[in-house]
């Protein structure tokens, strides 16, 4: 299990189990909450959203927004550690493309495409990059390219940038 946001409000937690939905989301985790099954969706196809399953009460519900648009990042990062970890996120570089996989082979499947000449302009450094030089970072949940270099030269982009809109 893991607790993302503490005492929201207070007595209530909400993270997810190990075993879960392949959709971005929290639910009530405490040990007060969780039979209830308090469960707020956080994406839809790859776009943002808060929407709440039925029976959350009113002023829970209202405190927990306002907490998830602070925290979305944050958010958003430990999810996307939690999909790497699950295989649920992949990358490939293809023809100049870096494509992402978000759950494939599931109804909440998504891809999004990027240019590596957005992320890397410089278009001798990007004739160098190999498939195998474009991975996933579980640690930083981020896109990173030149898994190989030392750290500090290493290529670093944020993938809850990438791969959520709205």
Not at 29 to 52: Q, T
Request: proline share 5%; with cysteine; aromatic share 10%.
């Amino acid at each position: 299990m893991t607790v993302i946001l503490r005492d929201v409000p207070p007595t209530y937690d909400w993270g997810w189990f190990s075993r879960e939905d392949q959709r971005m989301h929290l639910q009530s985790v405490d040990k007060d909450h969780w039979f209830f099954h308090y469960k707020v969706w956080l994406e839809e196809k790859g776009r943002k959203v808060i929407e709440p399953e039925l029976g959350i009460p009113a002023k829970v519900l209202s405190v927990l927004k306002k907490e998830i648009q602070v925290q979305r990042g944050r958010i958003e990062a430990y999810w996307i550690a939690f999909m790497i970890k699950n295989g649920w996120l992949r990358c490939h570089l293809r023809n100049g493309l870096i494509i992402l996989r978000a759950y494939p082979n599931t109804p909440n499947h998504f891809e999004r495409s990027i240019k590596l000449s957005e992320i890397i302009p410089n278009e001798e450094v990007a004739r160098k990059v190999t498939p195998q030089d474009v991975v996933l970072n579980e640690e930083f949940a981020m896109l990173e390219i030149f898994p190989r270099r030392e750290e500090s030269s290493r290529v670093h982009e944020r993938l809850e940038d990438l791969l959520w809109r709205g």
